[in-house]
């Protein structure tokens, strides 16, 4: 089950935060640099999608593996699935008034996250699945929606939509 959790999130934010085809013009990579990685990874995605090679792997089949370590979306100060946990703490809170003497909820409440991810990845654990239960995946959506639309970063301000 913690599992199928955080790949449900991971899943939604990367739905949410890609950009459309019609929307990166010539370049499907607009915000990487133009070195080896991304010419290697375009160089792969040309091989495989010309029909008739013998590279060629139909949609269907084909597999897209994503990493949690800052390649695909920030990780710092914090991955934002994380920071999207803790958005939705403070947003629920006043449903949950035990939270404010609760831990990790009552450090996440008092802006003191150290203390809240001094519980380690069952306090993690713990903050994702109270804020990720109970929802239908059109409610879900509904709510992760209107996060990315206002969620800023922490240290720049900007918001995520902005690069």
Do not use: C
């Not at 160089?43 to 139909?58: E, L």
């Not at 996440?108 to 699945?129: Q, W």
């Amino acid at each position: 089950m913690r599992f199928k959790a955080v790949a449900t999130v991971l899943a939604w934010i990367f739905m949410l935060t890609a950009q459309p085809v019609a929307a990166q013009g010539n370049d499907p990579l607009p915000s990487w640099n133009d070195g080896q990685s991304k010419q290697a990874i375009r160089a792969f995605v040309r091989k495989i999608s010309k029909p008739g090679t013998a590279d060629f792997v139909p949609p269907a089949q084909r597999i897209a593996t994503f990493d949690n370590d800052g390649t695909l979306w920030g990780e710092q100060p914090f991955y934002f699935q994380f920071l999207f946990a803790v958005d939705r703490i403070k947003a629920i809170a006043p449903q949950r008034p035990e939270w404010q003497e609760k831990e990790p909820f009552a450090s996440v409440l008092r802006g003191d996250l150290k203390t809240a991810l001094a519980g380690g990845e069952h306090a993690i654990l713990e903050m994702v699945m109270a804020t990720h239960a109970g929802y239908t995946t059109e409610e879900f959506e509904v709510v992760v929606q209107d996060w990315f639309a206002t969620a800023r970063h922490p240290t720049t301000g900007k918001l995520y939509s902005e690069g």
